[in-house]
């Protein structure tokens, strides 16, 4: 089938119907999360900051899960979202190799994170939670949950990492647009932010003091609960429905994918692309499943893998995954969403049985392919979804070598029109020869 300049679109009426766990299916069970007395967190214990719904989907072996009604409602105001041959970077490139990229910069939020915050806050809703808290890094996270907390009527505060909402200031004014309350990470309403504001005043924040603080107040108010953008298995479960669509739309293109890509900060964007191919994987088929993560923040590629706090404060549970430390401070890299220590434990248990493969990208060589892709495309990536581009185009010219080309496809897991500030720095540091 000659297939050329094609956007797949599949029909309102295929959104999927459920949720794909892969738990049951890793080739290693999961080891439990940890209190720091090293004794397994009893699901009761997360009951203070989420819904029993939430919890059931993080701690189950159960193989699927019905999608909700009022869920399937609210994401099929943009999903299914298309799967597009990416016709004119091939050319760019010149390579033979074919190469789609999956849109999710197509959702309210620009980005793959309004997937599980319309989930979240449905589940937190009939439990009959009023408030949620949350953190965000980039800004992508509050914007999608801001969102959905406007859509499933519930209050949303944002913590947002300090260095962050300075780089991108009209992140806040959308929160705050879509009802959301901003509050600069560190901040002085929890313990945890005015630690860390005596310890350093000039402190960037992180993602992981900003989650401290986000926790530290669900925990303390009855009617507010955590709500996470990413890691954790639940989150990757409602991500779920990136793979299953990509599965559909490859078999409309009547192809096979080689390589399967997607950018890694903690593994949801990823995880939601790459587990519905696990049972493929382990059933023989050959698919390169990588991650692409910053040289600058390298989790999977050179953190050591145990237990480890997914916070600065330690108030979450200790989780199974790669981790750089939880006091690792990344540098002020403009890809705000990977700039997390740790990982997904589920993305962490495949990369340790071999199922999938990270690889790391430098600034320089991601602006360069976004550039190019931007002149052919017509998109303009989000930073994070560079990395997954770049590690797509390197794979692309290396296959030149080999006789037969193949089929790669990675995740545009968002838009970057709120990263103009990055690029204007990346064109005014490579002035154009022409
Ligand atoms: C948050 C974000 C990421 C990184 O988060 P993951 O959980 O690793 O997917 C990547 N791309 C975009 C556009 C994001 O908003």
Redesign the pocket.
């Known amino acids: 089938m000659p297939i050329n300049n094609l956007t797949i679109k599949l029909p309102k009426n295929e959104i999927p119907r459920v949720w794909y766990n892969v738990l049951p299916d890793l080739p290693e069970p999961l080891p439990p999360y940890l209190t720091p007395g090293n004794v397994p967190v009893e699901p009761q214990a997360l009951a203070a900051i989420f819904p029993p719904a939430l919890i059931e989907q993080e701690l189950s072996t159960k193989r699927h899960f019905d999608i909700p009604e009022p869920v399937v409602e609210a994401l099929s105001r943009w999903r299914p979202t298309p799967l597009t041959r990416a016709v004119g970077l091939e050319k760019a490139l010149g390579v033979r190799s074919m190469i789609f990229y999956k849109n999710e910069s197509v959702s309210p939020s620009g980005?793959?994170?309004s997937n599980t915050a319309m989930a979240q806050a449905h589940f937190n809703k009939i439990a009959g939670i009023r408030r949620l808290a949350t953190e965000t890094g980039?800004g992508?996270?509050g914007t999608a949950l801001a969102i959905a907390g406007q859509y499933f009527n519930l209050d949303v505060r944002v913590f947002m990492v300090r260095v962050s909402l300075q780089q991108k200031p009209y992140r806040k004014t959308i929160m705050n647009l879509m009802g959301a309350e901003v509050l600069s990470s560190p901040s002085t309403v929890t313990n945890a932010g005015r630690e860390a504001i005596k310890n350093d005043p000039d402190t960037l924040g992180t993602l992981g003091l900003a989650i401290s603080e986000a926790v530290e107040e669900a925990a303390s108010r009855s009617d507010t609960n955590y709500s996470l953008?990413?890691v954790l298995n639940h989150v990757l479960l409602h991500q779920t429905v990136i793979g299953q669509e990509i599965k559909k739309q490859l078999d409309i293109a009547g192809v096979k994918p080689d390589y399967l890509i997607a950018?890694?900060?903690?593994?949801?964007?990823?995880g939601g692309m790459a587990v519905p191919f696990v049972p493929d994987v382990l059933s023989g088929q050959k698919i390169n499943l990588i991650a692409a993560e910053p040289e600058s923040c390298p989790s999977l590629s050179k953190g050591k893998y145990g237990h480890d706090h997914g916070d600065v404060a330690g108030l979450t549970p200790l989780l199974p995954m790669y981790s750089l430390g939880k006091d690792f401070q990344p540098p002020a890299i403009h890809a705000g969403?990977?700039r997390y220590h740790g990982a997904s434990p589920i993305v962490s248990s495949l990369v340790k049985s071999g199922i999938v493969v990270p690889e790391t990208v430098g600034a320089y060589e991601l602006f360069q392919y976004a550039k190019i892709f931007s002149r052919t495309e017509f998109v303009i990536p989000?930073p994070?979804?560079a990395h997954a581009l770049a590690v797509t185009c390197r794979k692309a010219l290396e296959l030149e070598k080999e006789a037969n080309p193949g089929v790669l496809v990675f995740v545009l897991?968002?838009h970057g029109l709120l990263d103009l500030s990055a690029y204007e720095d990346y064109l005014s540091e490579q002035p154009e020869k022409e």
């Open positions: 980005s793959h994170k980039a992508q996270w953008g990413s950018c890694h900060g903690g593994g949801s964007n990823f969403g990977l989000a994070e979804s897991s968002g």
